[in-house]
């Protein structure tokens, strides 16, 4: 077996998810409100 490409050492392209990690603690919390805001919201104009 030859020697194995190290990833440590490989150049890999900038990926944007990478940007978003750190901010999920802030964008999941404001999501979810507004998910349940349009649901309740639809919920109250069908009934």
């Known amino acids: 077996m030859s020697s194995a490409p190290s990833h ?10 990478e940007d978003i990690i750190p901010m ?4 999941l919390p404001i999501g979810g ?6 649901l309740a919201f639809i919920a ?3 009934a």
Do not use: G, K, R, T
């Open 33 to 38: 409100a507004v998910l349940m805001f349009l």
């Open 8 to 17: 440590a050492s490989e150049d890999h392209e900038h990926d944007p998810i």
């Open 24 to 27: 999920m603690p802030i964008v």
């Open 44 to 46: 109250v104009n069908m």
